[in-house]
DNA sequence: GTTGGTTTCAAACGAATGTTTGAATCCTGA
DNA sequence: TCAGGATTCAAACATTCGTTTGAAACCAAC
């Protein structure tokens, strides 16, 4: 390729990391696939770790950027109004499964992130944390504004709830073909189905647990 | 401690690999927590790999006994009428989020269980095909009978929508706590809570794509 | 008490890991 | 053209990995 080394070893760890994982993945598989010298990932970046991070800010920056954008967009439109949780929903996990269908590098990186979620390591945690404060600031009063009779606890475990679904959404047909053969190449069918499952699962009877919480025991239905 | 090595070795591997991964979990660190020796592992179970099958094994094989006596007992009372969905989502997923809320060693199997899930080693996905074979089969049955309005196609995204849900419920704060302080300390509310979002997300409206065929569409769209 | 099989132990094995080194090579600006 | 920083390269670094070995320790049966 034309690329520079730098961008070459980054995709190939993009790739090598969404399919074997952040301790499986070696620097002699990286550079081989990038067709690069061994110390070249210590050269331009200084360690593995390092070099992990960079894969993961390069894209998730701009990620939680474009998810924001949705979120202040629909909000201009909306104009003080609550926004629908529909939208909301959309902003955050709508930009998210159409970045995974993007077939240049998006959803090699969004399966990567979907698994490292389950597989935190220490130092992943640290800038996952930081790269989300913004977004999860944002859209957790959105959502607060937007389903005021949920109560926020409930809605943060739907969220996590969500989460889940998304990950597994993205994170390929590897765990589907458990149950058996199924047709995964449509992008736009697969953001169809998810999000009438989220919204589904979103605006779901509230739990009983929250009727001996003294609000309101007639508030069955969410939103 | 009074139990004997082999057993020590499962419960500390269990442990280490829900918090290490499967990969970054060395055999030294597994025989230093189970106080014993190294080459301990090689004599009682011959290898890495076949220890990590081992302690897949012991739980899960029970994990899908209870699964399929509990849709067994559900079928046995409605006598041959098709069960109410929330049954057949209490029998799966409610069995396993009542043994994720097993603090004696279920919550580490389940949470280790979710982790591998999203990172899947070909030897590990190779011996979880046999392990979920007869449960899936008897599960996608029972979910057909139930929901015969609901396409194949689209039911079996649910369902795994809905593992990526259990998957996040089981798996700890680790990610939720990105979301802000939570209290994740309530089995029983954790269970009530995952149902509801579950049953809100298997019983959403139908996406819009089921117009067209299953295979390569010729037209792509109406209109 | 001695035997024979089971289990534990310290030590070492080769292979693979991330990192470092110092010389070669490339490339740009004067 | 040539100097000098940027980049690449082969080789080796010290660790750590899973596994193997052979002797020591344990333990029930006779």
Redesign the pocket.
């Known amino acids: 390729m034309e690329t520079?080394?730098?961008s070459r070893i980054l995709d190939a760890a993009e790739k090598l990391l969404m399919r074997h994982g952040l301790d499986a993945?070696?620097?002699?598989?990286i550079t081989t696939e990038a067709q690069?010298?061994?110390?070249?990932?210590?050269?331009?970046f200084?360690?593995?770790?390092a070099l992990i991070e960079a894969v993961f800010r390069r894209r998730l920056t701009w990620l939680n950027e474009q998810r924001i954008a949705a979120l202040d967009a629909f909000e201009a439109e909306a104009g003080g109004a609550p926004l629908k949780p529909r939208q909301i929903v959309e902003a955050f996990f709508g930009v998210a499964i159409r970045m995974a269908a993007d077939q240049n590098g998006g959803q090699t990186f969004m399966r990567l992130l979907g698994r490292t979620y389950t597989e935190p390591t220490d130092f992943v945690r640290k800038f996952l944390a930081e790269e989300y404060a913004e977004v999860i600031a944002r859209f957790k009063a959105a959502f607060f504004k937007a389903l005021p009779d949920v109560p926020q606890e409930e809605f943060l475990w739907r969220f996590h709830f969500m989460m889940g679904a998304l990950s597994y959404a993205i994170s390929g047909a590897d765990a589907l073909r458990l149950l058996g053969p199924i047709d995964d190449s449509d992008p736009d069918a697969l953001y169809a189905r998810l999000m009438s499952f989220l919204i589904g699962g979103l605006r779901a009877p509230l739990p009983e647990i929250h009727a001996k919480s003294a609000k309101k025991p007639r508030a069955r239905r969410a939103a």
Chains 1, 2 share one sequence.
Not at 25 to 29: A, D, F, I, Q
Not at 46 to 49: D, F, I, R, T, V
Request: no cysteine.
């Open positions: 520079d080394t730098r993945t070696t620097l002699r598989m690069a010298n061994l110390a070249a990932v210590n050269y331009h200084g360690s593995k770790e």
